[in-house]
């Protein structure tokens, strides 16, 4: 049990006015029990009681070594895990997990008839929100390997293979790095396919000056990267050159608007001003970035509309960008850690316009 | 909107005495509407009144054309779906699918106070359950392409790659065939790998007289397929070859098994008895198979304790299993429908003992 983040959470369990949570996702699991565990079908819950006691209730299917703090309740298919749940739940109010299965809190609801419940999520997302230096530790590792990635897809994908193959590539180099999985599946766009931020890489072959679109990340060791990168394949033309140049600059500001008490809102502008004031603003149609750590997106985005003040140790991407419907796009994002006096940025692969 | 299906839905509703349900799982909206939607985070819910009127409650990031008998209200990011939803909703017992995450269920709760709630997934479970003639004809193809991959990647296991690597292939054969992808992680196993059910294939290289299980699956056209066979590496010892030949015949007996009106105890116990007969019960650790169509895993087990009968249009797998532990691992697997008078077995690749 990882004591120092679990009291971290009972603390804003009492903010929140809840006395008691159950928590399912196998992320926020791996986060306070360090244990990554997926049961698929089988219910698997930790009871966190604002009383220091907490309860994992898990099939003997996953077998879990047992652990100082963790107090294991282990079920068979034979039995109700709802059941056993509903005895250890007290008359109060219970948090939930957002995405517990409706099936588990309807059956929840039967055994425990009056009991109220309130999505305990937020407390648990805004714990996660804050990275502790073990977990700063792993997100700059993760970005390390990513930069190592980036840097040998590059040459490769001038060579003219196909947006999708080289899709395939990047999983064979990440699992080189000893990366588990994509965080993500890699976002890799040709010329007009570029302007399209949710493109599907597909089978379209790359052409002479089309810009090219690199957005890939891995999980290493539970935690996840992302970066992007434009580059221009033989050529690019002096339009493509300009938005680049507004995009680099774009990032640099909103990764220099970065420090404890910012708002999120305040660094989204600090790229978004920068593109508006060039003539690009209304290119630039999707927020400036997101947090990240163990799952890719996680609380809060780094959003216009959001007032929240950045803190240290929270880790988000600044991924501003520029699409020209049917003719280009460019995005440059890196991942940065706010700390004590400002900012540390996990990626450092170049950002210097590139022809391949 | 496929009208049969749903008119079927509404019928299970009425027995089941309810008269408004909710569907949320991208696969049980496929089976109704023909169009598969992932939304993500984003409600996606499928509302459907025993009166017949159906609304689709989808948010505008995720376009879908109009199409008779569908209903959409479409909404922005900036409107509460579960609020739409709670205005649609009648004052009484709502169906809710098993999984739709329980927040969306709480802010429900809140709004629609008293209102009273069931799992409501046994409905579209049940009525998945019987596959149509649309469906049948889908799920012969998905083994055809399953049939055709397993006759390639045979031949490949020979040449000496680790388990993971034939895994890697098999992508690339299922892509040949139009196959978007694995209907579950390939199982490829080898030797004493071989006996536990649930290995996940890694570096394991290929020895002499190791046993292979090959348990493979793709998803064709949003049906999914599932086949295992078992192969053996340059020799066969006389026990491989009796645990093959015991398992073969355990396979043709639960097939032989299957016609309307059997119980799907009765067709476990045809595979199971000849097992046990044979002395190998302990060593047949599993159920004897599945239900599958969209989803792999589907409502119900083949399993010595599910007395419910078979009928026509029902599609299941039969794989009986013989593991010893560390030292060899034997199982074959068919996907079978029922028919009105019997069976038709949908996979087709050759069953006879193999040496490679």
Chains 1, 2 share one sequence.
Request: charge should be negative; hydrophobic fraction near 35%; include cysteine.
């Amino acid at each position: 049990m990882k004591t120092e983040r679990l009291n971290n959470v009972i603390r804003k369990m009492s903010e929140h006015g809840l006395e008691q949570m159950i928590i399912s996702s196998p992320a926020s699991i791996f986060y306070l029990i360090g244990r990554w565990i997926e049961s698929g079908e089988r219910m698997l819950v930790l009871y966190i009681n604002a009383d220091g006691k907490c309860r994992l209730i898990i099939n003997e299917l996953f077998p879990l070594e047992d652990e100082p703090g963790i107090d294991k309740i282990v079920y068979n298919d034979r039995e109700d895990p709802v059941e056993i749940l509903s005895e250890i739940i007290e008359d109060k109010k219970v948090g939930i997990d957002k995405n517990w299965p409706s099936h588990f809190l309807i059956r929840l609801m039967e055994k425990k008839r009056g009991l109220s419940f309130q999505n305990g999520s937020p407390i648990i997302d805004e714990a996660r929100m804050i990275k502790d230096a073990e977990e700063i530790q792993l997100m700059r590792e993760a970005s390390r390997v990513n930069d190592k990635v980036m840097e040998e897809i590059i040459p490769l994908i001038g060579q003219g293979y196909t947006e999708a193959r080289v899709c395939k590539l990047l999983g064979d180099i990440y699992e080189k790095y000893g990366t588990a999985s994509f965080s993500f599946h890699p976002l890799i766009a040709y010329g007009a396919n570029a302007a399209e931020p949710h493109h599907e890489s597909d089978n379209t072959a790359l052409k002479n000056s089309d810009s090219v679109i690199i957005d890939i990340g891995g999980i290493t060791k539970r935690y996840c990267s992302d970066m992007t990168r434009t580059v221009f394949f033989h050529q690019a033309s002096e339009e493509a050159k300009e938005v680049y140049n507004i995009v680099l600059e774009a990032n640099r500001r909103g990764i220099e608007a970065v420090k404890p008490g910012a708002r999120c809102c305040d660094i989204d502008m600090s790229a978004r001003k920068f593109i508006e004031d060039a003539g690009y603003g209304q290119y630039f149609i999707h927020r400036t970035g997101h947090n990240i750590g163990i799952d890719v997106h996680e609380f809060p985005d780094i959003s216009s509309v959001n007032t929240m003040e950045v803190k240290p140790g929270m880790i988000f991407s600044v991924e501003p960008g520029i699409y020209l419907p049917g003719r280009l796009g460019v995005r440059i994002e890196d991942l940065v850690v706010v700390t004590e006096s400002g900012y540390e940025v996990l990626n450092h692969y170049t950002k210097e316009l590139q022809i391949i």
